[in-house]
């Protein structure tokens, strides 16, 4: 049996959120779709006949209350409800461990306003050993279709503050003509869905990040819009580099370039744009999620002593994004 888009409900609108978006993902996939609620467990808590029915009947009702949204959404799946006792990363943990991916809600209802993670989620994402989509509330189907004017269109959104130049560097191949960003209009401009964003740097570019967010936009038919965003060293940077051309873009485009075009060639029907530009990773990618329908990034996956931990760009979008954010594990 093929392993389902698992979606954690907790009863939260976030979680109606989660269970929404994986409703469609699983429909996209060909997945089976399963909710997971997790009990509020504590090692102390008291455990008799009658706070286990308590449990069980308040898990039941966060399950159904999804399982209606579910089927509101996407009237041809019927998902499966699973009710789970634990403690909650934990519980989560052994989901993802079973499923296509794991979708979960912003933050639960313990979370804080403007945040896109809380404890939980944030937990789960560090240490998973496979793809976690975080969704936020009013989200709702954004990824789905270009919300009339609102989205920006592509020269709108700033790189380092300001909108690209028109030198900045930017390669694009698929069905339809070679331009450079903002020329085709708005994010998703012409499609059925947002683009998919993917954000990599060439010399660390995993290989399971570039085919989720390949395989994401073949989905959706959407197109691939992939940004490297590159601090370059300063004159006080030691050691030769602080004294070489302090953009050298064109070089990253080539080596994106290069990591880049196996994958479009297994995927021909994906239209890409690529885009190197000269600003800090995290500001550049939540900037550039602003109307994208999904965003994808990678989490290295070390041996490392300590408790796991995302990387700082990571743990920046995932707090900061206003799309659906992606988070693929890679080592």
């Known amino acids: 049996m093929l392993p389902p888009v698992v ?195 060439a010399d660390a570019a995993g290989e399971e990040v570039v085919r989720f967010a390949f395989e994401a936009a073949r989905l959706r038919g959407a197109r691939l819009r992939v940004l490297s965003a590159w601090h370059p060293p300063t004159p006080l940077t030691p050691g030769p580099a602080a004294f070489d051309d302090p953009w050298r873009a064109e070089d990253r485009l080539g080596a994106l370039d290069a990591v880049l075009r196996p994958w479009h060639e297994r995927y021909p029907d994906v239209r890409v744009l690529v885009t190197a530009v000269h600003d800090r990773p995290a500001p550049a990618l939540v900037r550039a999620a602003r109307g994208a329908g999904l965003l994808v990034v990678g989490h290295r996956l070390t041996d490392r002593p300590g408790p796991p931990c995302t990387g700082p760009v990571t743990h920046a979008v995932v707090h900061h994004a206003t799309c659906p954010v992606a988070v693929v594990p890679h080592f």
């Not at 979680?15 to 504590?42: C, I, K, M, N, P």
């Not at 020269?155 to 960003?181: C, F, K, L, T, V």
């Open 7 to 201: 979606a954690g409900v907790d009863g939260s609108v976030e979680g109606l959120a989660a269970a929404e978006w994986a409703a469609h993902e699983a429909v996209r996939r060909e997945r089976a779709l399963r909710l997971v609620h997790v009990w509020d467990w504590h090692p102390r808590q008291e455990t008799g006949a009658t706070a286990n029915a308590a449990q069980r009947h308040q898990a039941g009702r966060v399950l159904r209350r999804a399982a209606r949204r579910v089927r509101a959404v996407c009237p041809e799946l019927t998902p499966y409800e699973d009710q789970v006792e634990g403690p909650p990363a934990e519980a989560l943990l052994k989901a993802a461990a079973e499923a296509e991916l794991l979708v979960l809600g912003s933050h639960g209802t313990g979370g804080t306003t403007g945040s896109l993670l809380g404890s939980v989620a944030l937990g789960v994402v560090a240490r998973s050993a496979h793809p976690v989509v975080l969704v936020r509330a009013d989200e709702e189907r954004g990824d789905e279709f270009p919300a009339g004017g609102d989205s920006p269109a592509a020269d709108e959104i700033p790189a380092g503050g300001d909108s690209p130049a028109a030198d900045e560097p930017a390669a694009a191949y698929g069905s339809g003509d070679a331009r450079r960003a903002g020329s085709e209009g708005g994010a998703g401009a012409g499609q059925a869905s947002r683009d998919v964003l993917l954000g990599v740097d």
